[in-house]
């Protein structure tokens, strides 16, 4: 289902231009769940914000139920993101200033859809997680753990067959890892595609059917 | 589907800027204050521009002074027949006018008692020329002196209110409400006027001026130039000035000219020089306006820094969320848009109703600075005028401006790549 040809990706910082993946290609089947290790600075997290369509490849080819999605204009994306992909971000990117159960209505909002409908969409994710009674807190209010899981509710909320967690356990401790392990297992079990980063070897390692190492840029 | 959308949208604007209220409340209320004042100036410079070019419609086309040993002095009738034989000249009235001290309720005030020809002005004057025409329809209550009418008077609005004289029955409704305003005059009633410098006469009012004419006409008392003789103490031969009327405007300068060459002792004036003057006294605070606009645009300026200088810090890491969750870029502008149009809208709308209730409450605290509003009747007030042009020019400055700011930075960070927004 995603399927990556020689893909590369240079980011222009200044006059320097970085290459953060250089001629990469791999296949993810559908309900696969694939790790994505590596050293800091390696291209992880870049390959994974070019399969949710957050950043388009500078050459090769990105296909995505088998279309070709790279050259697709912004509005379809958005589409995409809204209809196939759930990311949950490194630093959890909740919108300061809204409830954790109104950041995780977000993305219903500009669906059409009323808001007594999207929270209690929103909330019956958040008691799936056995986070409701956080449910009204505002999201600087929640610990990093907590925040997470939040992250988590609004990926899921459009019951996307795709999730992307970049380096899901880095910034949580042990039992929120062990938490977070746990719900990983369930969403496989429902038939999702799962990828995820990880910078070290570790617990998700474990849950993963494949791993790929990545090092300056490239699969190892 | 799409209806509820943009409604969700909208709510979803409004939230925010409960949600964000501080910030709210500032843009709101340095957009209200900036409205206020731009648009209480606009209100009143419309309003002395309007009253200049509303005067020179009364004036004639040259007006004659006579000068003693450089001084303005009364002029000698002997001239008239002269001036006459000028070409284009079709009329010549005199005219006897003067300042008159009075204390009214505690209050130093100054009007004007002016004499007209009024056997032979206005009416003499061509049906087609304007300016008898302005001069009449200028009355709101009563009628103008018609030829024979001695011992009688037509009353400026400020006059007229100072003398408790009921026009509109503004006075009844207020003693109706308990208000002791006093003895309440009508027309037809007389009264008496004796100016701190002992001079006297009573006059039975026969009209009172609009004060949609304010400026030129408020604390003017029309008379005959007899009854303006008599209560100045004038000889018979003489006048303060007089009117000449030409059958061509056109050659006012040329007339003016000739009359000040033939006449030694004169000093000759053509209505757009003394417009000109009166603009000029007038809008002395045209400077004044101009600081202030200035200071408007800057106050403008500075929000709409404010506003984009907000957007680049957390409001792009906002947007970019927005994106990543898989908002269209044209969802979050519509959002954005929205919340700077409520805001604009409630500054605006509630800075241009602040501007017009502070002119129209008699612009208290700032009367007093106005040349021409200072000298007469204290509770005279700077003119207002409305007119839709500036209003809607008012607007959009309030609301375009502050809506398209939050739009553009908006749109920028909704079209770079989610990652890069969610970046910074
Ligand atoms: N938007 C960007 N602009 C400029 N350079 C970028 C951008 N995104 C990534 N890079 C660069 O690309 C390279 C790969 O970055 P990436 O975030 O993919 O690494 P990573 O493997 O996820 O590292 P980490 O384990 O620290 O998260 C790095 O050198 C990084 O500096
Ligand atoms: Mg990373």
């Given at each position: 289902m995603i399927k990556i040809e020689k893909v590369s990706k240079r980011y222009q910082s200044g006059k320097v231009w970085i290459n953060a993946l250089h001629n990469v290609s791999l296949d993810i089947k559908e309900g696969e769940f694939v790790v994505f290790n590596g050293p800091s600075g390696s291209g992880k997290s870049t390959m994974l914000n070019i399969i949710g369509c957050l950043t388009r490849i500078s050459s090769g080819r990105f296909l995505l139920d088998n279309e070709e999605v790279?050259?697709?204009?912004?509005?379809?994306?958005?589409?995409?993101?809204?209809?196939?992909?759930?990311?949950?971000?490194?630093?959890?990117?909740?919108?300061?200033?809204?409830?954790?159960?109104?950041?995780?209505?977000?993305?219903?909002?500009?669906?059409?859809?009323?808001?007594?409908?999207?929270?209690?969409?929103?909330?019956?994710?958040?008691?799936?997680?056995?986070?409701?009674?956080?449910?009204?807190?505002?999201?600087?209010?929640?610990?990093?753990?907590?925040?997470?899981?939040?992250?988590?509710?609004?990926?899921?909320?459009?019951?996307?067959?795709?999730?992307?967690?970049?380096?899901?356990?880095?910034?949580?401790?042990?039992?929120?890892?062990?938490?977070?392990?746990?719900?990983?297992?369930?969403?496989?079990?429902?038939?999702?595609?799962?990828?995820?980063?990880?910078?070290?070897?570790?617990?998700?390692?474990?849950?993963?059917?494949?791993?790929?190492?990545?090092?300056?840029?490239?699969?190892? | 589907m799409k209806l509820t959308k943009q409604i969700n949208i909208c709510l979803m604007a409004a939230d925010n800027l409960r949600r964000f209220k501080g910030k709210t409340i500032a843009v709101i209320v340095s957009l209200t204050i900036t409205m206020a004042v731009c648009s209480f100036m606009m209100f009143t410079r419309g309003g002395f521009i309007r009253d200049a070019e509303t005067a020179r419609d009364f004036l004639p086309?040259?007006?004659?002074?006579?000068?003693?040993?450089?001084?303005?002095?009364?002029?000698?009738?002997?001239?008239?027949p002269k001036i006459k034989d000028i070409p284009h000249v079709k009329y010549v009235f005199p005219r006897v006018w003067g300042y008159i001290p009075l204390k009214i309720d505690e209050t130093d005030v100054s009007y004007t008692l002016m004499g007209l020809d009024i056997d032979h002005f206005p009416h003499e004057i061509d049906h087609n020329t304007k300016n008898e025409i302005k001069l009449l329809s200028a009355i709101e209550d009563g009628y103008f002196l018609v030829p024979g009418d001695r011992k009688k008077a037509v009353l400026g609005y400020g006059v007229a209110e100072s003398f408790r004289v009921d026009v509109g029955d503004i006075f009844a409704i207020a003693q109706k409400f308990g208000v002791d305003v006093g003895e309440i005059k009508n027309i037809g009633d007389k009264i008496k006027i004796e100016d701190l410098l002992g001079n006297s006469g009573e006059f039975e009012i026969?009209?009172?001026?609009?004060?949609?004419?304010?400026?030129?006409?408020?604390?003017?008392?029309?008379?005959?130039?007899?009854?303006?003789?008599?209560?100045?103490?004038?000889?018979?031969?003489?006048?303060?000035?007089?009117?000449?009327?030409?059958?061509?405007?056109?050659?006012?300068?040329?007339?003016?000219?000739?009359?000040?060459?033939?006449?030694?002792?004169?000093?000759?004036m053509t209505s757009k020089a003394l417009t000109d003057l009166l603009k000029e006294a007038f809008g002395r605070r045209g400077g004044t306006f101009q600081a202030m606009w200035l200071i408007m645009l800057m106050t403008l300026l500075l929000l709409i820094w404010a506003q984009s200088a907000h957007i680049g810090v957390d409001v792009s890491r906002e947007?970019?969320?927005?994106?990543?969750?898989?908002?269209?870029?044209?969802?979050?502008?519509?959002?954005?848009?929205?919340?700077?149009?409520?805001?604009?809208?409630?500054?605006?709308?509630?800075?241009?109703?602040?501007?017009?209730?502070?002119?129209?409450?008699?612009?208290?605290?700032?009367?007093?600075?106005c040349i021409g509003c200072a000298s007469v009747y204290p509770k005279f007030p700077v003119p207002v005028s409305c007119d839709f042009g500036s209003l809607f020019l008012i607007f959009l400055l309030g609301v375009v401006p502050v809506t398209m700011t939050s739009a553009i930075p908006a749109w920028l960070t909704g079209t770079i790549e989610p990652d890069e927004a969610m970046r910074s």
């Amino acid at each position: 289902m995603i399927k990556i040809e020689k893909v590369s990706k240079r980011y222009q910082s200044g006059k320097v231009w970085i290459n953060a993946l250089h001629n990469v290609s791999l296949d993810i089947k559908e309900g696969e769940f694939v790790v994505f290790n590596g050293p800091s600075g390696s291209g992880k997290s870049t390959m994974l914000n070019i399969i949710g369509c957050l950043t388009r490849i500078s050459s090769g080819r990105f296909l995505l139920d088998n279309e070709e999605v790279s050259h697709w204009p912004d509005h379809f994306l958005s589409s995409i993101r809204t209809q196939k992909i759930g990311f949950i971000f490194q630093q959890f990117n909740l919108v300061t200033g809204y409830s954790a159960i109104e950041n995780v209505a977000l993305p219903l909002l500009p669906l059409g859809i009323s808001k007594n409908a999207r929270l209690k969409k929103a909330f019956s994710l958040l008691e799936k997680l056995h986070i409701e009674t956080r449910a009204d807190f505002m999201a600087q209010e929640l610990s990093g753990g907590q925040q997470q899981l939040v992250a988590i509710a609004r990926a899921l909320i459009n019951d996307p067959k795709i999730i992307l967690a970049d380096e899901p356990i880095s910034n949580i401790d042990s039992r929120h890892a062990e938490n977070l392990i746990n719900i990983l297992t369930e969403l496989k079990k429902e038939g999702k595609t799962i990828i995820a980063t990880s910078h070290i070897q570790s617990g998700i390692n474990r849950l993963a059917d494949r791993n790929f190492t990545f090092k300056d840029g490239a699969i190892s | 589907m799409k209806l509820t959308k943009q409604i969700n949208i909208c709510l979803m604007a409004a939230d925010n800027l409960r949600r964000f209220k501080g910030k709210t409340i500032a843009v709101i209320v340095s957009l209200t204050i900036t409205m206020a004042v731009c648009s209480f100036m606009m209100f009143t410079r419309g309003g002395f521009i309007r009253d200049a070019e509303t005067a020179r419609d009364f004036l004639p086309d040259v007006t004659v002074q006579g000068i003693e040993a450089g001084r303005v002095a009364q002029i000698s009738l002997d001239i008239i027949p002269k001036i006459k034989d000028i070409p284009h000249v079709k009329y010549v009235f005199p005219r006897v006018w003067g300042y008159i001290p009075l204390k009214i309720d505690e209050t130093d005030v100054s009007y004007t008692l002016m004499g007209l020809d009024i056997d032979h002005f206005p009416h003499e004057i061509d049906h087609n020329t304007k300016n008898e025409i302005k001069l009449l329809s200028a009355i709101e209550d009563g009628y103008f002196l018609v030829p024979g009418d001695r011992k009688k008077a037509v009353l400026g609005y400020g006059v007229a209110e100072s003398f408790r004289v009921d026009v509109g029955d503004i006075f009844a409704i207020a003693q109706k409400f308990g208000v002791d305003v006093g003895e309440i005059k009508n027309i037809g009633d007389k009264i008496k006027i004796e100016d701190l410098l002992g001079n006297s006469g009573e006059f039975e009012i026969v009209g009172v001026f609009s004060n949609k004419v304010q400026i030129y006409t408020t604390d003017l008392i029309i008379v005959s130039n007899e009854d303006a003789r008599n209560f100045f103490g004038y000889a018979e031969d003489k006048a303060s000035d007089l009117l000449v009327y030409l059958d061509d405007p056109a050659h006012a300068d040329n007339a003016a000219f000739m009359i000040s060459q033939l006449f030694e002792n004169t000093r000759v004036m053509t209505s757009k020089a003394l417009t000109d003057l009166l603009k000029e006294a007038f809008g002395r605070r045209g400077g004044t306006f101009q600081a202030m606009w200035l200071i408007m645009l800057m106050t403008l300026l500075l929000l709409i820094w404010a506003q984009s200088a907000h957007i680049g810090v957390d409001v792009s890491r906002e947007i970019g969320i927005l994106k990543a969750v898989g908002w269209q870029t044209g969802d979050i502008i519509k959002l954005k848009m929205f919340e700077s149009l409520i805001c604009g809208l409630f500054g605006t709308i509630g800075g241009i109703l602040l501007g017009f209730v502070y002119a129209l409450m008699g612009t208290p605290g700032i009367s007093g600075y106005c040349i021409g509003c200072a000298s007469v009747y204290p509770k005279f007030p700077v003119p207002v005028s409305c007119d839709f042009g500036s209003l809607f020019l008012i607007f959009l400055l309030g609301v375009v401006p502050v809506t398209m700011t939050s739009a553009i930075p908006a749109w920028l960070t909704g079209t770079i790549e989610p990652d890069e927004a969610m970046r910074s």
